[in-house]
């Protein structure tokens, strides 16, 4: 069983940082897909950036230039670096674990319970 574990989540001012982890259990950390999505208030789940275990990336275009997905395998976690947030960034955040080579939401084996990000203006 693999277990995700998010943490970094909280309040911040526009145009600030925050950095999200998610360390996940299991030995085969290294070869999984680990992906985060977001849900804000009142709006379905979307995808926000991905990294295969190969170490190849994609993040939404809403998020490109201002965020950015890594992976320490040593560590058996996934980051999520969030530069210049928008009030829009709000959301709770989600770290999600698949051992296909797909970003999608329904692919997704294992998710954390989440962490808030609040924006304000």
């Known amino acids: 069983q693999v277990q995700l574990v998010e943490s970094g989540g909280g309040l911040v001012q526009a145009g600030g940082s925050l950095r999200l982890s998610c360390v996940t259990s299991g030995r085969t950390f290294r070869s999984y897909t680990m992906t985060w999505f977001r849900q804000a208030p009142g709006k379905e789940r979307e995808f926000v950036a991905g990294?295969?275990?190969?170490?190849?990336?994609a993040h939404a275009d809403s998020v490109k230039g201002r965020f950015t997905i890594s992976r320490d395998n040593a560590k058996n976690t996934v980051y999520l670096q969030m530069n210049s947030l928008k009030p829009e960034d709000t959301a709770v955040y989600y770290c999600?674990?698949?051992?296909?080579?797909?970003?999608?939401?329904?692919?997704?084996?294992?998710w954390g319970k989440g962490t808030l990000v609040t924006v304000s203006s």
């Open positions: 990294i295969f275990g190969s170490g190849g990336t």
């Open positions: 999600a674990a698949t051992p296909r080579l797909n970003f999608g939401a329904s692919l997704m084996e294992y």
